[in-house]
């Protein structure tokens, strides 16, 4: 019957926003710490946030149809994000969910999300465990890039360098687990090679001899700590003699990329000298920064709002970290999914079909292209640095690993004799 | 005003059931599994729940003013309990929550619980960790004895016989995890010994060699592993002349209790004669099994429940589980708090009244006497069997523990030189 066909025709795009031109109201529940010595810290996110639903709702990426509503709770203490989702969706489920970032926060939120079948996107959970999107995790996108990502630039170096085998060194809070999630990562993705671990208890006083003891039997050292107790232990490592190509060191510092590697071997002190040598054995794999014209306005901004929240803190001078960005990016990246989505005729309560849409996706974000891959997870890019001019003792990027592609670029500054060991540990077993 | 007064008091008397006499709905949510392989699988602990429902519906306790509704809820899969709970508690939070018993569902649903000032009782949710009640479970009470309790009798063994060290044998799933929790209880109790601990994982096969190797430094062997690999491990060990003496071994099994022990060396195999052998050195720390003549009926009915339900399993003949015996008495246990409770003014929704009511209070169960510590945990009993009989390679309790005031009672069936080391390891360091 075709005026039934046209009557539902007209009835689709009366009741469709996308096509009808009516916008669609978004409740979007962000968890966040009030805490402020978070990187990711409600008050730091809050303003990337606030750019984003600007941008969007003045008519960017063909969202003007999204009246976006930020609904903040504090994700402070370890179960307070779950209670607040659970005892708020009583009245009325949230369209999406931003945050939380930290791992076991993460998880509760992540597996009530993708029972009630809603988006929720983080710029954490960065842990290799929440990577099972087939079922517990099945509505979690996330917009920075997991540690296993971070792990293949490891992957590419031992391959395009030959090392056999490595020692993860790093601080266990027996909390939040940054570190022990981190080098989770690379465990995980190069269970291939011999690989030892030893953690260092927060709070109890660092045994550098038993910890230069452990590196014996690995031809690479990758350490997760604080940057004094790098510092301790480089200095060991190299008062025993392990630098310069005895070992190939690394420290991972993912959060801080601008303020690390430069001066930090500097404290002043009498053995400024001796760490400078240590250091000069020392890689440091960080996020690749990119930064496109448009991100200038955006790190502005994000600078004046932390002022005006006095969190201004010259750890992050000029710097706008992964989780700011990543958190601006996901409501663009939402925004792109649950438009198509609609106009395939779902609702923006599919949550299936909008996430659906944010996976295998790339997009043009704040700092640059965000790539997301087939299973809802962003690609990384890394970089290596290193110290390029001994004199000085400051560090340059070396190399890059672009996951995309999974390639590992070597830049100019490279100097291929910091990458080769001295002398073999013959022991060491053939990597398969 | 006294007329007020007398006013309020008679409507304080109509409004509550326990002084007026109407009958108060107890909303009862179960989170049990449907599969029948586990020992507290619903339809095993169902009929329990039915029969304390009678018993209490017909007057005893003084609590005929309670109706008691139960609304039984799978939890088969890990989120499953935790979800329901969320979902059905939008229309009308529960009055009580029995189970989850497995640890991971327990913790997600103990949490809601406390956050909603629900009162929880479970027969399982027994690792060490539920033990804080300070916050995170503050509403759980624990009514069958949690793994610490059962370690209570290792430390009161190893004080009362001097031994120094001790090696914990157990099997990993990396799923429920029930060794590993069970064995976690003594590493928890025990800080001040040194212990070491082997993992031998689920699925894969045994390596005896390595397992006789680690016993070197321990002079005390716990294990928790199914019934044939403790006794392929029982077996090296006495190839490796590490009974007698040479070593202590004791192998947990808290569940199966009247099934374990005689004959379990027995597999009408060609080493049936050398593992009577060695289990003529192996010690099994059980649940104090206590009967009282009511507890017949009762076992008759589940007996005949369980075959009605068509889960008739030898391995429990005549057997009431801890699970089923457990739930039972939760609910006089909750029956008799609230019923104070209420004479005092409070109302069932008052979890944190209901609760405390149940802690620090020793009640009748249904096999025998059940007494909560102060911190809402069930005080334990345990038996300790071992061979008396040589030839025929049978096993009697030799020693009992008693939780409440922390006593090791041996039996005249007790022989000291079986608890003897030979000869000690002097490279052991006395205990502090």
Chains 1, 2 share one sequence.
């Not at 438009?339 to 309560?349: I, P, R």
Request: proline share 4%.
């Amino acid at each position: 019957m075709p005026s039934c066909t046209r009557l539902c025709a007209l009835l689709l795009t009366l009741l469709d926003p996308v096509l009808s031109g009516r916008a669609e109201d978004i409740d979007v529940v962000v968890f966040l710490p009030q805490n402020n010595s978070f990187l990711f810290s409600s008050a730091r996110v809050a303003p990337a946030l606030r750019y984003a639903q600007r941008r969007l709702e003045a008519g960017e990426g063909n969202s003007s149809v999204f009246h976006f509503h930020l609904h903040f709770h504090s994700s402070d203490s370890p179960n307070e994000a779950l209670f607040a989702l659970v005892d708020r969706s009583c009245a009325r489920k949230p369209d999406l969910i931003l945050g939380p970032v930290r791992e076991y926060e993460a998880a509760g939120v992540a597996r009530l999300a993708s029972h009630w079948n809603i988006p929720m996107i983080s710029a954490g959970a960065l842990a290799a465990g929440f990577g099972d999107k087939n079922s517990e995790f099945s509505q979690l996108t996330r917009i920075a890039p997991q540690y296993v990502k971070m792990a293949e630039t490891f992957s590419a170096l031992f391959e395009r360098f030959g090392w056999r085998s490595a020692l993860l060194l790093y601080e266990e809070d027996k909390q939040e687990r940054n570190c022990y999630f981190t080098l989770e990562g690379v465990y995980h993705l190069m269970s291939e090679y011999p690989i030892s671990q030893f953690p260092v208890l927060e709070g109890v006083p660092l045994h550098v001899d038993e910890i230069v003891d452990s590196m014996n039997d690995s031809e690479v050292v990758i350490m997760c700590m604080g940057a004094d107790r790098i510092r301790s232990i480089m200095l060991a490592a190299h008062r025993h003699q392990l630098t310069r190509g005895r070992k190939i060191f690394f420290s991972i510092e993912l959060f801080n990329a601008s303020t690390y590697g430069d001066g930090s071997w500097r404290r002043n002190d009498e053995h400024d000298s001796e760490a400078k040598q240590a250091y000069a054995s020392l890689n440091t794999v960080t996020l690749l920064r990119t930064v496109k014209p448009e991100f200038e306005n955006f790190s502005l901004e994000m600078k004046s709002s932390a002022e005006k929240e006095g969190i201004y803190d010259c750890k992050d001078c000029g710097s706008v970290n992964m989780f700011v960005e990543g958190f601006h990016d996901a409501m663009l990246l939402y925004a792109i999914a649950l438009h198509e989505a609609m106009k395939h005729g779902y609702s923006k309560k599919n949550g299936t079909e909008v996430t659906s849409r944010m996976w295998n996706r790339t997009i043009e974000g704040i700092a640059g292209q965000v790539s997301i891959d087939t299973n809802g997870d962003r690609n990384g890019d890394f970089s290596v640095m290193a110290m390029t001019d001994v004199e000085a003792g400051t560090f340059e990027m070396v190399a890059n690993y672009f996951g995309v592609n999974r390639t590992l670029e070597l830049l100019p500054s490279f100097r291929a004799e910091r990458f080769t060991l001295k002398e073999r540990h013959e022991a060491s077993p053939l990597p398969p």
